[in-house]
């Protein structure tokens, strides 16, 4: 059974710091690893994703680090900043699987001016 | 360009009634996806439309029906609303090809409270 686990509820950081948000996860055959991030009243919108074969995809302030051996993955903010504050979902991306995204339950994220 | 729609935004029902939320994407994508979001559950997929005159369940099917109308549209209908169905609806889609990531794209979401 395929899944995707987000161990942190929420996490609170101090504006320019570095806010990370973990992802573990058991299925060996994703393509891709996405995060997206969700405000109140919103959809979620896609921030950034990760191919199997990388071990890290940057794009500006956000980094997400691939850990294979571990099937841990995590997304880096630096520096974090208020508009940051949101819920951050990783999701598996599996071709075999029609493209039905696997989802993690989240982590709200608060970034404290 | 209004990407993905979903009417409407909030909804009160009754215990047994019926109704449909509509989703259309302007996207030209090819697959569709109706969601549900509760407290504490994440985001979990009720019913899919890989593509135009597919669909297929999701994890949570129990109590829905969809149609994919066209390419554009995917409804998602209630014949027999329940409290349990009380939720946030998200539909999105993606122009899933069977390449690239399988970004999925959202609409704002309909809030329904079933009384």
């Known amino acids: 059974d395929q899944q995707v686990k987000q161990n942190s509820p929420s996490l609170s950081v101090q504006e320019g710091r570095i806010s990370i948000l973990n992802c573990d996860y058991t299925n060996s055959m994703f393509d891709y690893f996405l995060w997206y991030k969700k405000y109140p009243a919103e959809g979620p919108t896609f921030l950034i994703s990760i191919s199997s074969i990388k071990d890290k995809n940057e794009d500006g302030r956000f980094t997400v680090f691939l850990n294979k051996s571990a099937k841990h993955l995590s997304l880096h903010i630096v520096p974090s900043q208020p508009g940051d504050s949101a819920v951050y979902f990783c999701?598996?991306?599996?071709?075999?699987?029609?493209?039905?995204?696997?989802w993690g339950l989240g982590t709200s994220l608060a970034v404290n001016p | 360009n209004a990407g993905v729609t979903q009417t409407p935004k909030f909804q009160v029902l009754k215990t047994g009634q019926s109704m449909t939320l509509q989703c259309a994407q302007d996207m030209n994508h090819n697959s569709m996806y109706w969601y549900r979001q509760d407290p504490g559950m994440g985001l979990r997929l009720i019913y899919y439309s890989a593509s135009e005159g597919t669909t297929d369940k999701g994890e949570v099917p129990n109590g829905y029906n969809v149609s994919r109308l066209n390419k554009r549209e995917f409804s998602l209908r209630l014949e027999s609303a329940a409290p349990s169905q009380t939720s946030v609806y998200f539909c999105?889609?993606?122009?899933?090809?069977?390449?690239?990531?399988?970004?999925?794209?959202f609409g704002e979401g309909s809030r329904l409270t079933v009384l």
């Open positions: 999105a889609s993606t122009l899933w090809s069977g390449a690239g990531t399988g970004e999925l794209f």
């Open positions: 999701a598996d991306s599996n071709a075999g699987n029609n493209r039905k995204l696997i």
